[in-house]
Structures are given as structure tokens and as C-alpha cells.
């Protein structure tokens, strides 16, 4: 399966309630490799790469409804975009 990146931007009540820490677990439970950093404008700038379809999922769970997610926070908007990988290893909080 193709490798590739993604860079998403959440919006919403991300910063201090644990969504970087989730995001990570997320990510390494799946396999990926990247960051979870806070943004000065409160949203939370995810890079995750690895094998397409796991980002993908990555991307769901960031988007999951907080009814079905042990996710923290509350997500209004994901904003994603792709591109090729750039050899990120580990994932971690920034």
C-alpha cells in the first residue's frame, strides 16, 4: 500500500484537555509516524504519514462523532490535505 501524508488542521475545543495525547495514541496504535502540535490560533495541527489507508483512518477518528469517541475535546472542523511523504519518524506531542 502507498505511503503518503497528511496535514490536518482541528478546529474546535482541542488545546488543553488532552487531544494531542489522544492523537498520539491514535497514531501509534496505527502504525503512523508525525505530530500533534497546538497552534497559536487554539487549533491543533496534525502531520501523520504512513500507509494510506491507516492515515485515512486517523483522519475518521479525528472526525468521529464525541457520542461514539473517547476522544477529548469537542471537534467542529477537520481540515485535511495530502501529500507525499517526507520520512517522519515517531510520533509526537509539540
Known amino acids: 500500500m502507498q ?3 497528511m496535514t490536518a488542521f ?3 475545543h482541542v488545546q488543553g484537555v488532552g487531544f494531542r495525547w489522544w492523537t498520539r495514541s491514535r497514531a ?4 503512523l ?3 500533534a502540535k ?3 490560533d487554539g487549533r491543533v495541527e496534525v502531520v501523520a504519514e504512513g500507509a494510506r489507508g491507516d492515515v485515512e483512518k486517523l483522519l475518521e477518528l479525528l472526525r468521529e462523532e464525541p457520542s461514539t469517541a473517547e476522544r477529548p475535546g469537542r471537534v467542529d ?3 485535511e490535505q495530502y501529500s507525499q511523504p517526507r520520512g517522519a519518524e515517531g ?4
Not at 501509534?28 to 502504525?31: K, W
Not at 510520533?91 to 509539540?94: M, S, T, V
Request: charged letters at 25%; a negative charge.
Open 38 to 40: 497546538n497552534l497559536d
Open 3 to 5: 505511503n503518503t501524508r
Open 10 to 12: 482541528v478546529h474546535g
Open 91 to 94: 510520533f509526537e506531542e509539540r
Open 77 to 79: 472542523t477537520v481540515i
Open 28 to 31: 501509534l496504535e496505527l502504525g
Open 33 to 35: 509516524a508525525g505530530y
